[in-house]
C-alpha cells in the first residue's frame, strides 16, 4: 500500500479519493483482521482530512461570477464557510 501512498500524492484529489474508495471496498469485504482493519481506517481518515485540505485551498481560489443590479458582470471570491458538524479549522 506504500506505493499507493506516493500516488496519491502525485495525484492529488483524485489519487486520495481513489484511496479511500479502495479501504472502503477492502474494510467492506471482511477479510481483514481487527488490526489491519484498524491501520486502514486510520488511513482512510487521514487521506479524507488531507482531501478536505486540498477542498477548501481550492475553494478559497475560486471566483464566483455575479450580475450588478447594473446588469454588469463582476467577479467576487468565494467568502470561507464555517466548519462542518463541529470541525475545528485547526484540525
Do not use: H, Y
Amino acid at each position: 500500500m506504500e506505493a499507493r501512498q506516493d500516488q496519491a500524492g502525485e495525484s492529488g484529489f483524485e489519487g486520495l479519493m481513489r484511496d479511500v474508495e479502495e479501504i472502503v471496498e477492502r474494510l467492506g469485504s471482511g477479510d481483514v483482521e481487527l488490526e489491519e482493519a484498524l491501520a486502514l481506517f486510520e488511513r482512510g481518515v487521514a487521506r479524507l482530512r488531507a482531501a478536505a485540505q486540498l477542498l477548501d485551498g481550492a475553494r478559497g481560489r475560486v471566483e464566483e461570477l455575479i450580475e450588478s443590479a447594473a446588469g454588469e458582470l463582476a467577479f467576487r471570491e468565494l467568502e470561507a464557510t464555517p466548519a462542518r458538524n463541529g470541525e475545528s479549522d485547526g484540525a
